[in-house]
């Protein structure tokens, strides 16, 4: 054989190779894809409801890093500006599920609304309230006005109760709608307002603004039922599992932040639109860290905290069980699986 014989063999042979590895990284990449796209079609898709606060940013986590998707949901987190207007939006059968559920789900179950009340995400009063430079005492705030998102919401029944702890009676002080937490901030510099409450990160800006602090709610050690998630009856009763995948993805968003406080910094100011890193720093601190539990049971204890605070306007507040209004079972399922103390090892 020829040396040019010799050398056409092994330029065919080298030409045969390549041609073999480029066909298996086809194989392997229409594989991969071919997985990818069976996942994709395997994921549930569903719409949940939250709202433009830093008491939410664990949804908002979840999400990010994926961990709804690794449980088999694609969610569609849907904002709204007040927990009022997410319960509507739940009982109009637009969004099944919600992370926002607090005072406005008691009473909404009061009501008879058919829905479920699963975790206890707040299970205290952590809102702040805020009052203009000139009021030195709680007693000034009579005859003012003080801002809220909406009538039956977080923010009113905490202000309302706030506001008894100082002292002060429903009829001291004029409480009006005005919608979310930059709405109300912009309200108090207006002067349309003179008191409001807020949470993490408005706090910060509230300080920085120069409006004064009163009480930090949430340092009292109550147990309330601040904000959760709820789901409505049918979903839960039809979807069980697909609920249980949420909840899961949602505890794994909770473990994420609370093991990574950089990133979940970083994400927290993405989902807040922040400029200034104490803002994120703070909500981080006093949402992720202090409020939201391992293991957000809801409690019998949290829920009476909200039925004695609206009994004087729903009566049936007085005779009703608070443990009849909640329901655990979706998260003692995930618990009793050993998922959540597996997230922390």
């Given amino acids: 054989m020829t040396n040019r014989s010799c050398l056409h063999l092994t330029e065919t042979g080298r030409l045969t190779a390549k041609m073999n590895r480029t066909v298996m990284g086809l194989l392997v990449l229409a594989g991969l894809l071919s997985v990818r796209l069976a996942a994709a079609a395997e994921l549930t898709k569903v719409r949940v409801a939250s709202l433009l606060s830093g008491e939410f940013s664990q949804a908002y986590i979840a999400q990010k890093k994926g961990f709804f998707e690794k449980h088999g949901v694609s969610v569609d987190l849907v904002y709204f500006q007040g927990g009022a207007q ?23 179950k ?23 430079p000139d009021i030195k005492k709680p007693e000034e705030l009579r005859g003012k006005r003080a801002g809220v998102s909406r009538f039956g919401s977080a923010s009113d029944f905490s202000i309302r109760y706030i506001f008894k702890s100082l002292g002060l009676s429903e009829s001291d002080v004029t409480i009006v709608q005005i919608g979310d937490n930059p709405s109300r901030m912009a309200a108090l510099k207006s002067n349309a307002i003179q008191a409001s409450v807020f949470t993490a990160p408005n706090t ?12 930090d709610a949430y340092k009292l050690g109550l147990k309330f039922h601040g904000s ?47 400029k200034d890193r104490d803002e994120a720093e703070d909500t981080y601190q006093v949402i992720i860290q202090e409020i939201q539990p391992r293991k957000p049971y809801p409690s019998k204890e949290g829920v009476e905290t909200v039925l004695r605070n609206i009994e004087s306007t729903i009566p049936k507040a007085k005779t009703v069980k608070a443990e009849d209004l909640i329901d655990d079972s979706v998260l003692r399922r995930i618990d009793q699986s050993g998922f959540i103390d597996s997230l922390y090892r």
Avoid: C
């Fill in 86 to 108: 997410v319960i509507q939006a739940m009982l109009g059968g637009d969004v099944p599920l919600t992370v926002t559920a607090g005072p406005e789900g008691v009473v909404a």
């Fill in 110 to 132: 009061l009501q008879g609304a058919d829905i479920a009340l699963l975790t206890a995400n707040n299970p205290t009063m952590h809102f702040s309230l805020f009052v203009s």
């Fill in 204 to 215: 910060v800006r509230a300080k920085k603004s120069g409006f004064r602090s009163i009480v």
């Fill in 228 to 274: 959760g998630i709820a789901v409505a009856g049918p979903f839960l009763r039809e979807r069980r599992p697909v609920v249980e995948q949420f909840v899961k993805g949602f505890l794994e968003g909770v473990a994420f932040a609370k093991q990574n406080k950089e990133e979940s910094i970083r994400l927290i100011t993405e989902f807040m639109k922040l």
